[in-house]
């Protein structure tokens, strides 16, 4: 049945042309595994895990029980001054996922609260450290951390900060590592480490005190998969070595195996001081972000309070909510008992061939891949965006859902694909790019 449009009108959609949404709808009713079905009972591939959420594919049923039992014994408590065991237990199976010397785990709802909570933990570590110089902060152009004002301050995309104007301070910039002489790069790119040098700069201009925490992407995700030249995440940890500078990863998307490994630090063999998670810590079931920190930088905060005090103002009514901990939970023991982090190595190469395959279409002008996540760039039309957003709506006609970000297609199917969806994924956009306008 269609939706009547006069029924949509109330909904301010998110990151939505919500006149030409509301003119032309694609509603999903159902989900099941790699597919969605439309309200009008059309199956919808989805090419890109939703939002990078559904590692595990949709409607599982493990989750939605594990949810469910939570709900019924303990539906919500605050985690101020109380706890709920799940809450524990979840905080130490993420740390086992971390590196040996990070234990502690702070709950957000949301990859934005995530990378806020992350800015605050480092404002906090330097003041009880004693350090209060170090108000700056650095991130990266085409870096995306959430559209909190305190990650819309670290975003380096324009679009999302040019209606904003009083976003925080100090905020300084590396140039973002995409580079015309690494195009049609499968994997690490060759060139471009020497980019890290930027934050050598920073440091030389604004001092070494002066910098709190770098956060990067490891892979940057929303702007396309710009995926980090061989030696530029090494540089950058040295530099935040010498200067003392935290590093922090944005995990967000790659984490919970992305690149094969539980978060993309393995893969790069480089180890952050903080980790933002959200999306696929809970497949997407329930909304959950979390920042995983290294010991000494909790042990310094919480030393630091006197005796019975409060030691970090910070917190949301919803931290560590009990069915979020649950669905998280059981999400861990599907990616465990499925070894799908393992899986979504050995599926990479199957996948980026499908997607490399495509290079030969006169309207892409790049593609860039690592893991199960690839960005596919299309020649802009007429105006930035005009054309991926045709494309976007042409190809769920066609019944693919791929993310787009601008002109560039962001494709990330669920860790359950298999080659053949690879495959279907990749003969709907060959049709259906090569059907548009030129
Ligand atoms: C790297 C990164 N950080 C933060 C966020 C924000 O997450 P959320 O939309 O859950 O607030 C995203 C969302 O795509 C992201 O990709």
Same mark, same amino acid.
Request: zero cysteines.
């Given at each position: 049945m269609p939706t009547a449009a006069?029924?949509?009108?109330?909904h301010w959609m998110p990151f939505t042309a919500n006149r030409d949404f509301k003119a032309e709808p694609r509603i999903l009713v159902e989900g099941d595994g790699v597919w969605f079905t439309d309200n009008r009972g059309q199956k919808i591939l989805d090419g890109s895990s939703a939002l990078f959420c559904s590692a595990a594919g949709h409607g599982r049923s493990e989750i939605a029980e594990a949810v469910r039992d939570q709900l019924l014994k303990l539906d919500y408590t605050t985690s101020f001054q109380l706890g709920h065991p799940a809450a524990f237990e979840l905080a130490r199976a993420i740390s086992a996922l971390m590196?040996? +010397?990070?234990?502690h785990v702070f709950f957000a709802n949301s990859g934005s609260e995530a990378v806020d909570t992350a800015m605050k933990i480092a404002m906090a570590y330097w003041d009880a450290k004693g350090e209060t110089a170090r108000t700056h902060f650095v991130s990266r152009e085409r870096g995306y951390h959430g559209v909190n004002i305190g990650g819309l301050s670290l975003s380096g995309l324009p679009n999302n900060r040019k +209606?904003? *104007? *009083?976003?925080?301070?100090g905020v300084l910039f590396l140039r973002h590592t995409w580079l015309e002489e690494n195009s049609f790069s499968r994997g690490q790119p060759g060139a471009g480490a020497d980019l890290a040098e930027d934050l050598a700069r920073f440091v030389d201009d604004h001092g070494a005190d002066a910098i709190a925490a770098c956060f990067i992407e490891p892979v940057a995700g929303s702007t396309g998969c710009l995926v980090p030249p061989k030696g530029y995440l090494e540089r950058i940890r040295e530099i935040c070595d010498d200067a003392g500078i935290l590093l922090i990863f944005d995990e967000v998307i790659c984490g919970f195996g992305r690149l094969g490994t539980p978060f993309s630090m393995e893969a790069f063999g480089v180890e952050p001081d903080m980790v933002t998670m959200a999306k696929a810590i809970t497949n997407g079931a329930i909304p959950m972000g979390a920042v995983a920190v290294r010991d000494d930088i909790y042990e310094t905060v919480v030393d630091a +309070?006197?005796? *019975? +005090? #409060?030691?970090?103002f910070h917190g949301y009514t919803f931290s560590a909510h009990p069915a979020a901990c649950a669905a998280a939970l059981a999400a861990l023991q599907i990616y465990e008992k499925e070894k799908l982090f393992e899986r979504a190595g050995q599926l990479s190469g199957a996948f980026l061939d499908s997607v490399f395959g495509?290079?030969? #279409?006169?309207? #892409?002008?790049d593609i860039r891949g690592i893991g199960l996540i690839a960005g596919i760039d299309i020649t802009p039309g007429e105006r930035p965006g005009a054309r991926g957003a045709e494309l976007q709506k042409r190809l769920f006609a066609n019944g693919l859902h791929i993310k787009f970000t601008g002109d560039t297609a962001v494709v990330a199917p669920p860790l359950v694909s298999d080659e053949t969806h690879f495959d279907q994924i990749a003969a709907i956009l060959r049709a259906t790019i090569e059907d548009m306008p030129q």
């Open positions: 006069n029924t949509l009108e109330h590196p040996k +010397a990070m234990n +209606a904003f *104007g *009083g976003v925080i301070p +309070a006197p005796e *019975g +005090a #409060i030691e970090l495509l290079r030969d #279409i006169e309207l #892409i002008s």
